[in-house]
């Protein structure tokens, strides 16, 4: 899954992954967190999801990152928002509204890009990834992260020899591999499997869509 992957995607218009509106597990899982409002959050891999939106119209300010600066061109002018862009270091970035998008990749990014982040949201960010990329893109997270943060995350699960990824399956027990030192809670596990038609076709025969509530502090 490179970046040429990821671009093509976006040239074609074969985004099945983006939707219409914020993501029914943001919006009911996310008071969880208890963060204060004004807290910094960051969405990694975002796309030009309405997540965003959700995120900043509930007093956050955002930071995503995106590889495709088309994408973030499409979710300024779709919402109808006035964003500046900049270049920092390797990015280009889109800034205002409450927002600071940077377009490019998720592993050049720095602590000091992301220093007051309190909380992390990843839908469709760590599933987007395969095995290998997956265990970097924490590693890379775990890096560059302040010492306290939370994250809602969404998984799917699946039987991954059904068909090939992205998404792909991030079992249970990889959450918590990947995320060892960190305290882990599950919150949500739904069968979703009557939601995804494709997936049926392809001939998935389970799916399961959990949400996690990771915590990390200084002493884990
Ligand atoms: C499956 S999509 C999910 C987008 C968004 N989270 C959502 O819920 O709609 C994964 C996104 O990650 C982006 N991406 C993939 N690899 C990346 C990387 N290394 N750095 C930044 N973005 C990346 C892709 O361009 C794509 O927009």
């Not at 560059?144 to 994250?151: E, G």
Request: hydrophobic content about 45%; charged content about 20%.
């Amino acid at each position: 899954m490179d970046a040429r992957f990821w671009h093509e995607r976006w040239q074609r218009g074969e985004i099945g992954f983006h939707k219409s509106r914020a993501n029914p597990l943001l919006v009911r899982w996310w008071p969880q967190l208890g963060l204060p409002s004004g807290s910094a959050v960051c969405v990694p891999l975002c796309g030009k999801s309405l997540d965003l939106l959700w995120l900043r119209d509930h007093g956050h300010s955002v930071t995503g990152i995106e590889l495709s600066r088309s994408a973030l061109e499409d979710f300024a002018q779709e919402n109808q928002l006035a964003l500046h862009w900049r270049r920092e270091e390797s990015f280009d970035v889109a800034e205002g509204q409450g927002l600071q998008l940077f377009a490019g990749d998720f592993f050049a990014v720095q602590p000091e890009h992301i220093e007051q982040v309190a909380a992390v949201y990843d839908r469709a960010a760590l599933i987007a990834l395969p095995p290998d990329m997956r265990a970097r893109y924490v590693t890379h997270m775990l890096t560059i992260l302040p010492a306290s943060w939370q994250m809602l995350l969404v998984t799917l699960d699946y039987p991954q020899a059904e068909r090939p990824g992205p998404p792909f399956s991030v079992p249970d027990a990889e959450v918590r591999a990947l995320f060892a030192g960190c305290e882990v809670t599950q919150l949500d596990d739904q069968d979703v499997l009557k939601d995804h038609a494709l997936f049926r076709q392809q001939g998935m025969t389970q799916l399961r869509e959990r949400v996690y509530h990771i915590i990390r502090t200084p002493a884990a």
